[in-house]
């Protein structure tokens, strides 16, 4: 094996930055989460907990997929990064997180979509439109 191949994970997905930063969010929400008050422990931070894994779900189980639906799974997590936003607000109006750590989560949460947002911008570039698809298979529909 040359090193060039060591330097590939077998799960692509693994390779990719924004797979990297979901974790680390992950790892994040995992560190903050247990500081919350007793009464939003089973509520807002099991939530905030299952959307944070469900972004890195999402961008795994999409790059197992074709262009199109990698997409659809990329908007998949940046539909959870929404989530998020709003458990990280119910979070800090409930008391249960600081200023400081309400602004992190902002921002991880603003960086994410971003890099989602390239990645699709990305995928969509190199994907054909759906009409050109159809109009590939026409002719054959054709009498």
């Known amino acids: 094996m040359n090193e060039q191949e060591n330097n590939v994970s077998f799960f692509r997905f693994e390779d990719l930055r924004i797979y990297a930063k979901a974790l680390d969010y992950i790892n994040w929400v995992h560190s903050v989460t247990p500081n919350f008050p007793e009464n939003c422990r089973c509520t807002v931070a099991e939530a905030f907990v299952k959307s944070a894994q469900a972004i890195a779900l999402n961008i795994s189980e999409g790059s ?47 960086e994410l979509t971003k890099m989602i947002g390239s990645l699709v911008s990305s995928l969509q570039k190199t994907t054909p439109r759906v009409e050109d698809e159809v109009e590939d298979e026409m002719p054959n529909m054709m009498i």
């Open 64 to 110: 197992a997929r074709n262009k199109a639906q990698f997409i659809y799974y990329l908007k998949m997590a940046k539909s959870s990064v929404r989530e998020c936003v709003v458990y990280t607000e119910i979070a800090s109006k409930q008391g249960a997180m600081n200023d400081e750590d309400r602004e992190y989560s902002r921002n991880q949460l603003m």
